[in-house]
């Protein structure tokens, strides 16, 4: 298993986590900035982790980080399917 570190660094293990190097980018620059960072900040610190992945491990983390977030569109898009089904039943109500 291969460490890595973040800019300040400190050591990340790749073992496959994705929510392991989520929660390091957000205390590299999101807490040690006071939520005081840029959408740069942030870009340099991922391309920084990246750059030190292999190609093995940088195509687990996509795969891992591509499924995660397709898990997260469902969510929204039958979150957002609901909310118009009440929207929609909220209306019939108010008309009868």
Not at 27 to 37: G, S
């Amino acid at each position: 298993m291969a460490t890595i570190r973040t800019s300040s660094g400190a050591p990340l293990e790749l073992d496959g986590d994705l929510l392991a190097v989520l929660e390091a980018l957000y205390r590299e620059v999101t807490v040690k900035r006071d939520l005081d960072r840029t959408f740069e900040d942030m870009m340099r610190e991922i391309q920084h982790l990246v750059d030190q992945m292999s190609e093995d491990d940088r195509r687990a983390y996509l795969v891992e980080s591509l499924f995660l977030n397709t898990v997260s569109y469902e969510n929204e898009r039958l979150n957002a399917y609901v909310r118009e089904l009440a929207r929609v039943a909220q209306e019939l109500t108010d008309t009868e």
